[in-house]
Nanobody
Framework: QVQFVESGGGLVQPGGSRRLSCTIS???????VGWYRQAPGKQRDLVAA????????VYVDAVKGRFTISRGNARNTVYLRMNNLKSEDTAVYFC?????????WGQGTQVTVSS
């Protein structure tokens, strides 16, 4: 069974930065990994994704130029560096495989952008 553990969230001021970490255990069906987020009352959406080839990345328009997804030295670790955070980035952030998602999600990590 594949498991995801997200960490690194917290309270950050507008314009601030945060780095999220995702650790994956088990044997995912696909090598791609995505970061997803869910704001209160909204659906869970993709934010960024990285392929098995770390040079292959995808970002939604709302975070382009501000967020960077990367792989750690251990292939089961994926990071999301978030710069110039805005109030609209407030959400619970999850990781999962991409484009095919595993059925079991982690607990996520809360990022709150507020002064």
């Amino acid at each position: 069974q594949v498991q995801f553990v997200e960490s690194g969230g917290g309270l950050v001021q507008p314009g601030g930065s945060r780095r999220l970490s995702c650790t994956i255990s088990g044997r995912p069906r696909t090598d791609g990994v995505g970061w997803y987020r869910q704001a209160p009352g909204k659906q869970r959406d993709l934010v960024a994704a990285i392929g098995s080839d770390a040079s292959s990345t995808v970002y939604v328009d709302a975070v382009k130029g501000r967020f960077t997804i990367s792989r750690g030295n251990a292939r089961n670790t994926v990071y999301l560096r978030m710069n110039n955070l805005k109030s609209e980035d407030t959400a619970v952030y999850f990781c999962n495989t991409f484009p095919t998602r595993e059925p079991n999600w982690g607990q996520g990590t809360q990022v709150t952008v507020s002064s």
